[in-house]
Each structure stands twice: as C-alpha cells, then as structure tokens.
C-alpha cells in the first residue's frame, strides 16, 4: 500500500493463501477502507441500473404515459408491451408474444399465458354484433373534453395517444380518460356491419371501473383530430413522443348524435378482462380514405374477431 505520495506504506506477498486479519483502528484498516472503496461504490451502482423501472404496456390499454420524454407505451409510463417473445417460467415453453394473427392470433391468446385464460373461457368478451338492442332512455353521456396537447405512440399493436385533463361522466359517474386508440376494420359491427375503423377511448373511475367509448368511423371527409395524430406519429415504433404546439380538441372526433349502445364487455386484447362498460356512438364519425389508408401502412387488420354475445343485455338510446 501506498500514500498519495507514492511513499511505501506495506507490502505483502499475495502468494499466500492465509487471510490476514485487519484490527479496527488502525492505519491498515483505514488504507483498506479507502482502496475498496470505489468497486463498492460502482457495483451499487450497478445493482440500481439493474432495478430501474422499464417501460411497460398494454395493448387495449389502462395505461398512462411515461413521465419522461424518453420511450413509453404503457404503465411504468407508458404504453408498450415489448415484442419479442417471452417465457412462460419454469416448466413452461417459450410463447410468442400475443397479436393479430399466426401463432401469437386471437385463438391462441389463451395459450400463451394463464393470465389470459378469460379470452377463451369469458362470458362477456368484447367485441360484438350489436343488435336487437332494447331501447330505453339512456342518460346522455357527458363529455368534459378540451384543446389539450398530447402524446402518441406506435406501441406495435396500435396507434395511441394520450390526451390529458379529459373527463367523461355516465349516470352521474365520473370517468378519466386513460388514452385512445384505433383498430382498423372496427371491431364493433351493428346490425353486421363493420366500418373502415374505430376509435377507442379508455376510461377509469376512481373506483377503478373501466368505461370504453367507441367511435365508429366511415370513409368521409377529413377529421382534424385525427390529422394531428397521424401528423405526430413517431419515426419508431416503441418511442413515445410529446406534441404541446398542436393541441387536439376530442370534441371533435365525437358525433353530434351522441345516442349510444350500453352493454357489459370487456378488453378487445389479453388478458381480455370483463365488467367493462361500453359505450357505442351510434352515429359514425367521418375520416378522409387518406387517413384510413395510412393507419393501414402500420396496421392494415389489427381487429379481434366478433365474440359470443351469450345473451348478454344491450340497451341503446331512443
């Protein structure tokens, strides 16, 4: 050992196999203090890179967005799920990671984690054909929406943005909106009919309640909320990007007949959870064939197949 001096403090022969033992107080326990010091520093370090939190997702979405600007899709702030595939554990084979179609499609869902098990045994799964519904005097639903920046993302299932500060009530309940997103056909069809796209906008009531609104779209003319989200879409899939100078005004992706369909469903992707609320805009919201062909450059068929309706009630508005 050596002082900074580079004046010989103690050698010793490293050949030896014996531990010396070091006495408290002294200069020698000092000196090793001082030399070990650093590699205890830099492998702490290490161990608190290894525990920082990653970004996280969800297709469907009860997610927020990352506090950052870095990468996001989901909940550790953002929204994305990652798309390689992932092992199940001990015991379990390697899956791939859920989507649209071949091995990881909608009728394998199920089978690539124990978590998903509703998506084949549910009984109030989501999407379906809406019909024969009983009509009633549904209480309009109250929409609390405003200009507001937002953020937007290519979380590899959908595009989905996140608009803060907006807020919608039903019967006298208040919903914060979670982010939104689009499928491509819709998902929801009525009477048979499916439409060229849908917007889904995700609620939560503080008791935790999930409240879906679904805008049906139709070949039409252009939509400016939707312009400024295609405008914003980033240049990478998995990177969340902030736009504050062009705020959107939701209020403007809804139609001015706000009657709507009600029924008890669930999430359209894993783990396909039920005792969701959903709200279907009977009326159609109009999107440019421009705008319908770009979200299909990213996704041309990201739609889960019809479900049984298994005699579940659904009430629209007079």
């Known amino acids: 050992l050596r002082k900074a001096n580079d004046e010989l403090v ?5 050949k030896g196999k014996q531990d010396i033992p070091v006495r408290s107080g002294t200069v020698d326990e000092r000196l090793m203090l001082e030399v070990c010091k650093m590699p ?3 492998a702490e370090a290490a161990a608190t890179d290894k525990k920082a939190p990653k970004a996280g997702a969800d297709g469907h979405g009860v997610t927020t967005p990352a506090k950052s600007t870095g990468d996001h899709d989901g909940v550790a702030a953002t929204g994305k799920k990652s798309s390689k595939s992932h092992k199940k ?4 084979a390697e899956h791939a990671h859920w989507s649209y179609t071949g091995e990881g499609g909608p009728d394998k869902w199920a089978d690539l984690d124990p978590a998903n ?10 999407p379906i054909n809406i019909e024969k519904g009983m009509r009633a005097d549904l209480m309009a639903v109250q929409f609390n929406y405003g200009p507001a920046g937002f953020q937007i993302i290519d979380n590899g299932h959908t595009i989905q943005a996140f608009v803060p500060g907006n807020v919608m009530s039903l019967n006298g309940k208040v919903y914060q909106l979670l982010q939104l997103h689009f499928h491509r056909p819709s998902e929801e069809r009525v009477d048979g009919r499916a439409y ?4 889904h906008l995700v609620h939560k009531a503080a008791d935790g309640e999930l409240a879906v609104v679904a805008v049906l779209l139709q070949e039409g003319q252009d939509n400016p909320v939707v312009k400024s989200f295609w405008d914003g879409i980033p240049l990478e899939k998995n990177k969340l990007v902030s736009i504050d ?3 959107v005004d939701l209020n403007q992706l809804l139609p001015k007949d706000q009657r709507y369909f009600n029924y008890m469903g669930s999430l359209t992707t894993p783990p396909c959870t039920e005792g969701i609320v959903w709200i279907v805009m009977k009326e159609p919201v109009s999107v440019s064939a421009d705008q319908i062909d770009t979200f ?18 659904i009430k629209e508005s007079r």
């Open 245 to 247: 100078s062009i705020p």
């Open 89 to 92: 554990g001990k015991g379990h």
């Open 196 to 199: 060229a796209m849908v917007a």
């Open 296 to 313: 299909a450059r990213f996704y041309s068929n990201n739609a889960r197949p019809i479900q049984q309706p298994s005699g579940r009630l």
């Open 40 to 42: 205890e520093v830099k």
């Open 10 to 14: 103690r050698e010793e022969d490293g």
């Open 117 to 126: 098990r509703l998506c084949r045994e549910g009984q109030r799964q989501s």
